[in-house]
């Protein structure tokens, strides 16, 4: 403990502030090592694919087309743009974010120091860097590393200007507020959450003078007054202003969600599984009608609900001791939480990394939980039994995180949860979203393309008999529009050109009109043509070859009510050239692609 955590023994102070950085180096090393341990291996997932394809276009184009397909501001792609050129290695794609995932660890260290000891920053360093869903979310091709570094970049320099004011830190505080926005929609809660405090601290110390405790010094008053704050925080908002025409125009278009819910359900299910995914689990996401219904417990393990212990009591520690800390870490966490509540009650997809902002302050929270109880120890026991609980509690901590020991729980999407080991370890259980598969499938078929080949995509998961019921229906809209984009950005970069291109089309089926908006909107440039069986004989009688891009054989596309099926195999049985076939095992599952030649 260090001399704010009450401990007068100067060289001891300095000793623990020692260890204290020396933990936050390793952790620093730790963070980036796993965060670039294989991390180019995965296959592009549809999100990655979609922002690979993105960065071949000028940048004007990149903007415009913002509006129309995505959901994020441009800062990420322009970046990516700049860094990594067209048909680069997925490892080039996801090298900024992961650099950008672990410098935010240091950061968190610095910010932490500040809000309660360098032992707790240090503890919360090291969960931070060896976080499951923070390594995981660093290391895709997408802005959340990038997010994270801004928002801990931005809570270091709204600390700083409280403390100290002055223009440097003013001008970082608007800066990475600025750049945080322009990353990600979400950073607004954190932004709010900071402004919020800063107005609140400014205030409380103003009211108790002979009781301030700044957050850099015991005594010292706030250093700018809270006309500082609004005119930081509209410099802020001046700065993003050019970007709010595109930001409504993008509203304007965009695609109705499949399922609604209540706030109210919505936040007891997210919350659940934020107590899960913020302590042990890589999140990638889910659709909410899936879990809805399931108990509270099925989301919660022993390890997490104790880490939440330990938050709850960090919290009560920090509000005694450093209430300005404990309202600045509170708001962290209610803001953003409350902010992707309200915007999930009308969406049916929820991911745990939407609230990556606050996941900072929640392992601070856990780590303040674990030096008050080293105090407690430390006042009861004495200092070398609480310099050894606390090493303990640290230990137990990171044990956890890393998922030692495994278990055999799996989470409501069929996902293992035990940690950072099996997000190296675990693979998709989605047969149908096999994206390393696709890949391999576009690799087989780049060196047999000829000029004048067509190539038709129809490996939909189609169910049997040819009605679909919501949920069958989703699989088949994420397949022909995930997969096929995956597929087709291998095979262009492969080939070094795009092939005529076709897709099957799936207005046979009882798809919504939401889910037909998704097809429409979300495939770009110049998305591939949409085909009905008819279509697709005409294209092969004009066509010297057509392959066949499918989950199954004619046989089994008939059996499971695909309309391609009989055009399938009366091609096939006419003009059977080459059948190649790929099966890998993904989880229980096992995956078969099929590349069938038809020619004339």
């Not at 990556?356 to 070398?384: I, K, Q, T, V």
């Not at 397949?479 to 799936?506: C, D, K, M, N, W």
Request: aromatic share 8%; proline share 6%; with cysteine.
């Amino acid at each position: 403990m260090d001399r704010r955590d009450g401990e007068p023994d100067a060289p001891r102070a300095n000793r623990s502030d020692g260890a204290a950085l020396a933990l936050t180096a390793v952790a620093s090393i730790a963070g980036l090592a796993v965060r670039l341990l294989r991390l180019g291996e995965p296959a592009f997932n549809y999100d990655e694919t979609t922002r690979a394809i993105m960065i071949r276009l000028g940048v004007a184009e990149i903007l415009d087309s913002l509006v129309v397909t995505h959901h994020m501001p441009p800062l990420n792609y322009l970046v990516m743009k700049a860094l990594v050129g067209p048909g680069a290695s997925e490892w080039a794609h996801r090298l900024p974010s992961a650099l950008c995932g672990a410098l935010a660890v240091p950061l968190v260290f610095l910010a932490g120091r500040r809000l309660a000891s360098a032992r707790t920053a240090a503890a919360a360093a090291l969960l931070l860097a060896l976080s499951p869903l923070h390594v995981q979310s660093s290391q895709l091709a997408r802005e959340y590393g990038l997010l994270s570094f801004l928002c801990a970049a931005h809570l270091l320099s709204l600390l700083r200007l409280v403390d100290r004011g002055g223009k440097g830190n003013a001008s970082a505080f608007v800066l990475t507020g600025a750049l945080a926005l322009y990353t990600h929609y979400f950073a607004a809660f954190a932004l709010l959450a900071g402004g919020a405090w800063a107005l609140l601290e400014i205030a409380r110390r103003r009211r108790r003078p002979q009781r301030q405790r700044s957050l850099l010094a015991p005594e010292a008053p706030a250093a700018i007054g809270p006309r500082s704050i609004i005119l930081a925080s509209a410099a802020i908002a001046l700065l993003f202003l050019p970007w709010i025409p595109r930001l409504f125009g993008r509203a304007a278009v965009e695609y109705v969600p499949y399922d609604t819910f209540e706030a109210g359900d919505a936040g007891r299910t997210f919350f659940a599984c934020a107590l899960h995914a913020f302590f042990r689990h890589s999140d990638r996401g889910g659709f909410l009608h899936e879990w809805a219904d399931r108990p509270v417990a099925d989301f919660l393990d022993v390890p997490s609900v104790v880490f939440a212990g330990f938050a709850a009591a960090g919290l009560l520690s920090l509000l005694r001791r450093r209430p300005g800390s404990a309202i600045l870490l509170a708001l962290s966490l209610v803001l953003p939480f409350a902010g992707a509540i309200a915007v999930v009650s009308g969406r049916s997809f929820m991911a745990m990394r939407y609230m990556l902002a606050a996941l900072p302050a929640w392992l601070l929270l856990g780590a303040a939980g674990g030096a008050a109880a080293a105090r407690l120890a430390s006042a009861r026991l004495g200092a070398r039994a609480a310099t050894i609980a606390g090493g303990a509690l640290l230990a137990l901590a990171v044990a956890s995180v890393l998922g030692i020991p495994p278990t055999a729980r799996r989470t409501p999407s069929g996902r293992l949860s035990t940690g950072l080991l099996s997000h190296f370890a675990a693979v998709s259980n989605e047969a149908a979203l096999a994206h390393g598969t696709w890949k391999e499938t576009a690799l087989a078929l780049a060196p047999r393309l000829r000029d004048g080949d067509v190539v038709v995509f129809a490996a939909g998961a189609y169910p049997t008999g040819g009605g679909a019921s919501p949920h069958e229906a989703r699989n088949a809209v994420r397949v022909q529009a995930h997969a096929s984009t995956i597929f087709l950005y291998y095979l262009e970069t492969a080939a070094g050109r795009r092939p005529t291109f076709y897709r099957a089309s799936l207005d046979g089926f009882a798809l919504t009109p939401p889910a037909q908006a998704v097809l429409r909107t979300l495939l770009f440039p110049e998305p591939p043509r949409f085909v009905v069986p008819g279509e697709a004989d005409e294209i092969s009688r004009s066509a010297d070859r057509v392959w066949l891009v499918s989950l199954e054989s004619p046989a089994d596309m008939a059996a499971r009510g695909n309309p391609f099926a009989e055009w399938a195999r009366s091609r096939y049985e006419e003009h059977p050239v080459a059948a190649l076939r790929f099966t890998s095992e993904s989880g229980a599952v096992s995956i078969q692609r099929v590349l069938t030649l038809y020619s004339r």
